[in-house]
């Protein structure tokens, strides 16, 4: 319309001024070309309606879905085997919206084909039973765009516009939140990707508490023994100054004595070489100061930590730790008026089938832990609430009150006073023995926070979540300031190394990853376990890790070696699945719900047998 107007202007000038040859011929130009257009979008749109209906038929067919995905899936199943485990990562995504796009089209009967067709090349079990169950369009549409349907319907302008302007969806376009299995999806961590890499960048400082008490303990062993060689050794020389005059034909008596002294001193120095190798991986941690207020250690439990020191047994490969499993029967495990009650069984000869019952909470207990000297016994129960109960007085103390919903962990910090709770409130709070209120509320978590586990530095706790993630928080400020994505179910058990620098997780479908803290990364999967992993615990020198599961299986894991193995990679630019299991000790018919290494290095494992035994 433009360029008519301003040729009409143009010919009125022309006119005006009595240009009247340069007018007409304007005027031809105008005619021609008009006349050419007309003739050009002709033949065009006839070529484009032919080239259209042939691309509409050629989209329209169901058929590209499954002859494209089953060249690919050929293709990607014959290629190298040094190639082939990344590229046949591809195929579950391509698989999920070849399915969703069917759908999409109409096209029920071909989705449920290709379904059925390629289901059995994923191990999604859980995702793939959800998707199986969409079977129309209308199962596509999304929360987001239902609310503001009905927004819209409504006329709510008010609730509208609170929403536009401060509540943002972070759900991606074009997949579903409920069957989703990506593990860098956003549904699954709330926040963008960019995000969680700004959050994994804060600084984290994943050593060990300085001058700790198991620090000085260690100290303390290490100079005595040092000045017990040392006396030896002076000993010694003066036997060799005292016995100089005795004649030559006792001397080889003399030299095959010290020839056993020698062979002794080399012992205890190899002893103490292995000794040191295996403390490596704490003694080298770095030192952090800390940014709670520990409480004071009597005399007495000093002594206590000393002796089991002393008597600790060092753990590695080709030395394996003293297993001992407790079964307890889940009908005498819940008491006579039903699961409030907690079990405490009594380790005296003469009360040994006697059990202490702790009676206060309204609903099942799901948790409980001693706290690190035992004479404080924490619960928490389905009735939203946590109880302090003293071993001593058999008497509960205190009430803890501040969750919404059932709690379904509580852990003491490593020196006490000091724990965590987990709850289905999507929440993990910080308490401390003196206060009923909470210290902290961590906030983030979109679905149950499952369970929790402190540090060794007592500056962070980490929580895992049904959200598949686990999070890393701060103590001091209540900041998520590290998120470990890529668990593939609800995450049920986390534990940290002794030195502070690695945490395992296990998941529902029993993996568990083996994490750094410092970079956020997992650096090695441990797949073994059939079922849910339950437990996990490290030796106290950090060599092993052991896991429980509900498969009715203790198994053992080379963490040292791994480690070490791991920081070579790093150094290099790699990176490996290293993590070797050492043993799989397994039970009649007992699920394993808890591990827990003793200072002295003995595994404990309980459970309860399952109803089918």
């Not at 999507?426 to 509320?441: E, H, V």
């Not at 090695?524 to 020198?541: D, R, T």
Request: proline letters at 3%; charged letters at 25%.
């Amino acid at each position: 319309m433009e360029d008519e107007e301003m040729e009409k202007k143009v010919h009125q000038y022309l006119q005006r001024k009595g240009f009247r040859v340069a007018g007409l011929a304007l005027l031809e130009d105008r005619t021609r070309l008009s006349a050419a257009t007309t003739t050009t979008t002709t033949a065009s749109s006839s070529s484009h309606s032919l080239s259209d209906a042939a691309l509409s038929r050629s989209e329209n067919d169901p058929a590209r879905y499954y002859d494209g995905y089953s060249k690919l899936r050929t293709w990607a199943y014959s290629y190298l085997d040094h190639y082939k485990h990344e590229l046949l990562r591809i195929l579950y995504p391509l698989f999920f919206h070849c399915f969703m796009d069917l759908v999409a089209e109409g096209h029920t009967q071909e989705a449920c084909s290709f379904f059925h067709t390629f289901r059995e090349d994923h191990e999604h079990s859980r995702d793939l039973k959800k998707l199986e169950s969409i079977l129309s369009p209308l199962h596509l549409e999304y929360s987001y765009e239902l609310l503001l349907q009905y927004l819209h319907k409504t006329q709510a302008l008010v609730v509208l516009g609170i929403i536009n302007e401060r509540i943002d969806f972070q759900v991606s376009p074009g997949q579903s939140p409920l069957i989703i299995d990506d593990s860098d999806a956003v549904v699954l961590i709330g926040t963008s990707k960019d995000l969680t890499k700004q959050i994994n960048q804060k600084e984290v400082h994943w050593g060990i508490l300085e001058d700790s008490l198991e620090e000085r303990m260690e100290k303390a062993i290490s100079d005595s023994d040092k000045t017990e060689i040392e006396s030896k050794d002076a000993d010694t020389e003066d036997n060799k100054a005292r016995n100089c005059f005795v004649q030559r034909s006792s001397e080889g008596g003399k030299q095959g004595g010290s020839h056993k002294k020698i062979k002794k001193d080399k012992f205890v120095g190899t002893t103490g070489k292995n000794m040191k190798s295996e403390t490596s991986m704490v003694s080298i941690a770095p030192r952090v100061k800390p940014e709670l207020t520990l409480p004071m250690t009597s005399v007495e439990v000093e002594q206590s930590i000393l002796e089991d020191l002393r008597n600790r047994a060092q753990l590695n490969s080709l030395s394996l730790p003293s297993f001992n499993h407790y079964m307890w029967n889940s009908a005498c495990s819940q008491g006579e008026n039903g699961p409030s009650q907690i079990e405490r069984v009594s380790t005296s000869d003469e009360a040994r089938k006697s059990c202490t019952l702790f009676q206060g909470h309204s609903g099942p207990v799901y948790s409980a832990m001693f706290s690190p000297i035992g004479d404080f016994l924490l619960s928490s129960s389905a009735d939203s609430t946590i109880r302090l109960w003293n071993t001593k007085l058999n008497a509960n103390l205190v009430c803890y009150k501040g969750h919404n919903y059932p709690v379904w962990d509580v852990q003491f910090s490593p020196v006490g006073h000091y724990f965590a709770s987990a709850s289905h409130d999507r929440t993990a709070r910080i308490w401390s023995m003196d206060k009923i209120q909470p210290l902290r509320i961590m906030a983030g978590h979109l679905s149950d926070v499952d369970c929790v586990q402190w540090h060794v530095n007592c500056n962070y706790i980490a929580t895992g979540s049904s959200d598949k993630t686990v999070r890393l928080w701060d103590v001091q400020t209540g900041e998520c300031i590290r998120m470990f994505i890529g668990h593939r179910s609800m995450v049920l058990s986390l534990a940290m190394s002794p030195d502070g620098r690695y945490m395992a997780s296990g998941d529902e479908d029993g993996t568990i990853m083996m994490w750094d803290i410092s970079s956020g990364r997992c650096v090695s999967p441990l797949v073994g376990h059939n079922s849910c992993v339950w437990s996990l615990a490290y030796s106290c020198e950090g060599a092993l890790l052991a896991s429980g599961s509900a498969d009715c299986t203790v198994k053992l894991w080379d963490v040292a070696s791994s480690s070490k193995t791991l920081k070579m990679d790093d150094t290099k630019g790699g990176s490996a699945n290293r993590l070797r299991m050492l043993k799989a000790l397994p039970t009649k018919s007992t699920p394993v719900y808890t591990l827990q290494f003793s200072r002295r290095n003995l595994l404990f494992a309980a459970g309860a047998p399952s109803l089918g035994s």
